[in-house]
């Protein structure tokens, strides 16, 4: 035996011990002694590889080759170190060299498979995971191999079988459970996916695809700040994950923590320049702060990265829709749906340009996308019964018409329950607890149930919002008779005896929304505003349910707003108290619409770019004949909307005299 024969057996003995460095120091005193060692090239390869140095392994590794050819083994991990390198093609052709040497070795086919997987030569991939699984039945590497290939290939059944087949095999094989989570994730099954991730992660802590698919289930949840805890493991493992970076700052970003979402697509941009879902979330962070020409450059810069990005066309159509700059928003979004003729989002965001431009006969049909928009939140209703716009004749049937989105929308299009009751058929209406009791106080022999509660027998169902498409409703087809909603007759007594005699002009009051809706910040007046113009020649009722704290804190006793939020339990009592005033003047929330819907006198204060509804560049509205509108002239600016409302106030409190 050789000296250096007599080395790399020692060093094997200490690399056996799991002692990398020391047999590392030993395998190159061997090649000291003989610079062409094969077994010393070879287990230096080994070694750094393990190490996960791989530039370095590809380099003995490949003198090892020079030296002897004809080692299975060796050109079998040469293939491997050159696929951690990404030098795929490479490594086939040494796999290929090894088969020639060891046709009968399973896991070479399977290596081999991995590779082509990587150039996405997805059929040759599965053969060679087909050839190991030949000759090795039970080999779960391989079944997984073919699990990934099918996932690749949206064959979501295939994919799950051989990932069962891997399992059933190896039960604790790591990615074998990634890939099941991967495709629950991509089937929207989010609990299997995250208890998939769960396993995996079991399995191996570390594994990064795993906690960046739970964090990516976690966010398409909507529970961000689980998400952001996802990616931020990720990145104490790996402090340079692109991935990570880019998901902390999309989660960041939905948190509503603006300026940490933006350093975060920084740095996912100072990992990756090319990065465009970079580009993208800084663009949609832009958009969320209304600084709208940066939001504008960062999508051009994502479009110049991936013309084809359909997320950055959509984003630009609405930073363009929000500055109602309409033909360019509508350009925008036709250039994503040219990438995709399907693309829910486009197409519903389409549906608002339309509607907002008047043009419903497009508008009202394109709005139907809206149930396959992934944005939308209203859940969809799979009932097995057909839809209204495909059920025909209705007379002498029932049909459920089920609210969905807001309570003003419900208001709002609630006028057409008695339009389909002329069709001659029976309506169940159902509606959200808060207004149930406001419908069950008007006329029209309807069945009203609450959200939630046991439904009756029905033969068709039509969400509300639907009925306009229905009807194919257009500007001058608009069913806008009011009154069409009256409060409760007990509950009106109530309120007179409550506010005793007239002595002055009653004016009820809403100046915020919800403030958990996306876009409140942007038509909820300041308090402060409204009460430097309050004066004392009104009796000023708040209107609002929900008062914030830090509102109810000014409308102490000393400044003219009667707050009677605790009295309000539902929209029947906010309907008894509206009956009893002379004009409303509010923001765009649930309360305009009863007003409008009750024929009262209503003043609505919009934001400079309003919803849909609301149409464009016009004071009135052809929902609600008594409504009068008062939009921002610039974004943001709610002062000059205050001012105005007041000039017009004196006119109207001297038409009452």
Same mark, same amino acid.
């Given at each position: 035996?050789?000296?250096a024969e007599?080395?790399?057996?020692?060093?094997?003995?200490?690399?056996?011990?799991?002692?990398?460095?020391?047999?590392?120091?030993i395998?190159?005193?061997? /090649?000291?002694?003989?610079?062409?060692?094969?077994?010393?090239l070879h287990?230096?390869?080994?070694?750094?590889?393990?190490?996960?140095?791989?530039?370095?392994a590809?380099?003995?590794l490949?003198?090892?080759?020079?030296?002897?050819?004809?080692v299975?083994?060796?050109?079998?991990n040469?293939?491997?170190?050159?696929?951690?390198?990404?030098?795929?093609?490479?490594?086939?052709?040494?796999?290929?060299?090894?088969i020639?040497?060891?046709?009968?070795?399973?896991?070479i086919?399977?290596d081999?498979?991995?590779?082509?997987?990587?150039?996405?030569?997805?059929?040759?991939?599965l053969?060679?995971?087909?050839?190991?699984i030949?000759?090795?039945?039970?080999?779960?590497?391989?079944?997984c191999?073919?699990?990934?290939?099918?996932?690749?290939?949206m064959?979501?059944?295939?994919?799950?079988?051989?990932?069962?087949?891997?399992?059933a095999?190896?039960?604790? /094989?790591?990615?074998?459970?990634?890939g099941?989570?991967?495709?629950?994730?991509?089937?929207?099954?989010h609990?299997d996916?995250?208890?998939?991730?769960?396993?995996?992660?079991?399995?191996?802590?570390?594994?990064?695809?795993?906690?960046?698919g739970?964090?990516d289930?976690?966010?398409?949840?909507?529970?961000?700040?689980?998400a952001?805890?996802?990616?931020?493991?990720?990145?104490?493992?790996?402090?340079?994950?692109?991935?990570?970076?880019?998901?902390?700052?999309?989660?960041l970003?939905?948190?509503?923590?603006?300026?940490?979402?933006?350093?975060?697509?920084?740095?996912?941009?100072?990992?990756?320049?090319?990065?465009?879902?970079?580009w993208?979330?800084?663009g949609?962070?832009f958009?969320?702060?209304?600084?709208?020409?940066?939001?504008?450059g960062?999508?051009?810069?994502a479009?110049?990265?991936?013309?084809?990005?359909?997320?950055?066309?959509?984003?630009?159509?609405?930073?363009f829709?929000?500055?109602?700059?309409?033909?360019?928003?509508?350009?925008?979004?036709?250039?994503?749906?040219?990438?995709?003729?399907?693309?829910?989002?486009?197409?519903l965001?389409?549906?608002q340009?339309?509607?907002?431009?008047?043009e419903? $006969?497009?508008?009202?049909?394109?709005?139907?996308? &809206?149930?396959?928009?992934?944005?939308?939140?209203?859940?969809?209703?799979n009932f097995?019964?057909?839809?209204?716009?495909e059920?025909g004749?209705?007379?002498?049937?029932?049909?459920?018409?089920?609210a969905e989105?807001g309570f003003?929308?419900?208001?709002?299009?609630y006028?057409?329950?008695a339009?389909?009751?002329?069709?001659g058929? $029976?309506?169940?209406f159902?509606?959200?607890?808060?207004?149930?009791?406001?419908?069950?106080?008007?006329?029209?022999?309807?069945?009203?149930?609450?959200?939630?509660?046991?439904?009756?027998?029905?033969?068709?169902?039509?969400?509300?919002?639907?009925?306009?498409?229905?009807?194919?409703?257009?500007?001058?087809?608009?069913?806008a008779?009011?009154?069409?909603?009256f409060?409760?007759s007990?509950?009106g007594?109530?309120?007179?005896?409550?506010?005793?005699? &007239?002595?002055?002009?009653?004016?009820g009051?809403?100046?915020?929304?919800?403030p958990?809706?996306?876009?409140?910040?942007?038509?909820?007046?300041?308090?402060?505003?409204?009460?430097s113009?309050?004066?004392s020649?009104?009796?000023?009722?708040?209107l609002?349910?929900?008062?914030?704290?830090?509102?109810?804190?000014?409308?102490? *006793?000393?400044?003219?707003?009667?707050?009677?939020?605790?009295?309000?339990?539902?929209?029947?009592?906010?309907?008894?108290?509206?009956?009893?005033?002379?004009?409303?003047?509010?923001?765009?929330?649930?309360?305009?619409?009863?007003a409008?819907?009750?024929?009262? *006198?209503?003043?609505?204060?919009?934001?400079f770019?309003?919803?849909?509804?609301w149409?464009?560049?016009?004071?009135?509205?052809?929902?609600?004949?008594?409504?009068?509108?008062?939009?921002?002239?610039?974004?943001?600016?709610?002062?000059?909307v205050?001012d105005?409302?007041?000039?017009?106030l004196?006119?109207?409190?001297?038409?009452?005299?």
């Amino acid at each position: 035996m050789s000296s250096a024969e007599v080395l790399v057996k020692q060093a094997l003995s200490l690399h056996q011990q799991g002692n990398l460095a020391g047999a590392e120091t030993i395998y190159k005193k061997a /090649l000291g002694v003989d610079q062409n060692d094969f077994d010393a090239l070879h287990m230096l390869g080994i070694v750094n590889a393990q190490r996960g140095t791989f530039e370095e392994a590809e380099k003995f590794l490949r003198k090892a080759i020079s030296v002897d050819a004809t080692v299975a083994p060796c050109l079998h991990n040469y293939g491997t170190v050159l696929c951690r390198l990404g030098r795929f093609e490479d490594a086939i052709e040494s796999y290929d060299s090894a088969i020639k040497l060891a046709p009968g070795h399973a896991p070479i086919y399977s290596d081999r498979g991995h590779a082509l997987y990587e150039l996405e030569r997805y059929d040759e991939a599965l053969a060679s995971y087909d050839k190991a699984i030949g000759l090795m039945p039970n080999f779960a590497d391989a079944w997984c191999g073919r699990g990934n290939v099918f996932y690749s290939l949206m064959r979501a059944d295939e994919g799950l079988a051989a990932y069962d087949r891997a399992l059933a095999y190896s039960p604790n /094989l790591a990615n074998a459970w990634l890939g099941r989570g991967n495709i629950f994730r991509g089937l929207a099954r989010h609990d299997d996916a995250l208890a998939a991730y769960d396993r995996a992660l079991a399995c191996k802590p570390d594994l990064e695809n795993a906690w960046i698919g739970r964090g990516d289930t976690l966010y398409n949840l909507k529970r961000f700040d689980e998400a952001l805890g996802a990616y931020n493991k990720i990145l104490a493992l790996k402090p340079n994950s692109e991935t990570a970076w880019l998901g902390r700052g999309n989660a960041l970003c939905n948190l509503r923590s603006f300026e940490e979402a933006l350093a975060a697509f920084d740095k996912t941009l100072s990992l990756n320049p090319g990065s465009e879902y970079a580009w993208l979330g800084r663009g949609n962070t832009f958009a969320d702060l209304t600084r709208y020409t940066e939001a504008l450059g960062a999508y051009d810069k994502a479009l110049a990265i991936k013309p084809d990005l359909e997320n950055a066309w959509i984003g630009r159509g609405n930073v363009f829709f929000a500055m109602n700059r309409d033909d360019d928003a509508l350009a925008s979004y036709e250039k994503a749906i040219a990438l995709r003729n399907e693309n829910a989002e486009a197409l519903l965001n389409k549906s608002q340009v339309k509607l907002s431009l008047g043009e419903f $006969d497009e508008g009202w049909g394109l709005y139907e996308w &809206r149930w396959k928009s992934r944005l939308f939140t209203s859940p969809v209703r799979n009932f097995s019964q057909a839809n209204l716009l495909e059920a025909g004749d209705v007379a002498g049937k029932t049909v459920l018409v089920h609210a969905e989105q807001g309570f003003g929308d419900t208001i709002q299009f609630y006028r057409y329950i008695a339009k389909l009751k002329e069709r001659g058929c $029976d309506i169940i209406f159902e509606a959200p607890p808060p207004l149930v009791s406001l419908f069950k106080a008007q006329q029209g022999n309807l069945k009203i149930v609450g959200t939630g509660d046991a439904l009756p027998a029905f033969d068709s169902h039509c969400p509300l919002m639907s009925l306009p498409h229905f009807f194919k409703t257009s500007l001058a087809t608009i069913p806008a008779q009011v009154p069409y909603l009256f409060p409760a007759s007990d509950k009106g007594d109530v309120w007179r005896s409550r506010l005793g005699a &007239r002595s002055k002009p009653r004016i009820g009051l809403v100046w915020s929304g919800n403030p958990k809706y996306a876009t409140d910040a942007r038509r909820s007046v300041p308090l402060d505003l409204l009460l430097s113009s309050l004066g004392s020649n009104a009796d000023w009722i708040s209107l609002q349910k929900e008062v914030r704290d830090e509102d109810r804190n000014r409308l102490a *006793p000393n400044t003219p707003i009667v707050d009677f939020s605790k009295s309000l339990n539902d929209f029947s009592d906010t309907a008894a108290l509206i009956a009893q005033l002379d004009l409303v003047i509010s923001v765009d929330t649930a309360v305009a619409h009863l007003a409008g819907a009750m024929g009262k *006198p209503v003043w609505i204060l919009l934001p400079f770019h309003p919803d849909f509804r609301w149409l464009r560049d016009r004071e009135d509205s052809p929902w609600y004949p008594t409504a009068r509108l008062f939009r921002q002239t610039h974004d943001g600016d709610w002062k000059d909307v205050v001012d105005r409302v007041f000039q017009h106030l004196e006119v109207f409190k001297a038409g009452l005299d």
